[in-house]
């Protein structure tokens, strides 16, 4: 690589790299350009040859996220794994990403279509592995309930954790109390 | 921010154990489903939308046509199908 491609690729993922840092306090939305601009320390005319509009840098971050979350799930996680574990191992990953994906919750609907698919994606790649720790041929409902159940609650404690826990993190609160709350409902829903 | 995962190149499934590889071998690009021993495709783009479409309804609750839409869009932008949007 010459030296000016190497340059380039460096202000690239400063830009990125900044960027992660001002979503996960600001939001998508909320982050202008001059915001990131200022973080990388670049000129405006610069962002732009790297991005050419902000919401090419929201789905790129987007989905890089996605990725990382999944790719740390997998490492975290095995085939032969209890519900229990997996779930676990879920809570873990959103708590190491808590302050983006608080913002991936949050803002979701309102982001660009390919971020919103990303988002999806990921979704779909963990409610795989949920799928495979709950025996479906002995609940009485359909999978997807399972799956959008527990996301649901997760997401609404998130959504609101300045009401549920102010003072840290919401995850690390409840965690104990979604896991066991789940249980009982999976073990509620299997047929006699 | 790594973004080393490995996954198939035309259904997206992660690519963990040698099993999973086309002809099981690592090196490989596809999965066992879409890929034959020497990793070509054995499997057409309608038939990897529709398998994950049904993914997205089992797993997620999905819309049939909300999930036909997913799934193309998702589909057509792994490497194997990339720009074949129009195709079906």
Known sequence: MNKRKQQKEQTRKKIFDNALHTYAQKGFLNTSIDDLTKSAGISHGNFFIHYAKREALIIKAIEEIGKSIYERFLELASEEMSLENILSVHLEVIQENEAIYYYLVTEGPFLPEEARRAIFILQNGISHWMKKAIDTEKTKLEFHYFFNMWLGNLHYYLQNRDMFSPDKSVIEKYRDDFIKMFKLFERSEKHE | ?88
């Open chain 2, 1 to 88: 921010m790594s973004s080393q995962c490995i996954s198939c190149g035309s259904c997206g499934m992660p690519l963990i154990k040698a099993s999973d590889f086309s002809g099981g071998d690592v090196t490989h690009k596809l999965c066992a489903w879409c890929g034959d021993s020497e990793d070509h495709l054995k499997v057409t783009m309608e038939e990897v939308v529709e398998d994950c479409a049904q993914g997205f309804i089992e797993k997620q609750g999905l819309d049939g046509e909300a999930a036909r839409k997913m799934a193309l869009k998702y589909v057509t932008s792994l490497p194997a199908w990339k720009g074949n949007e129009n195709e079906l």
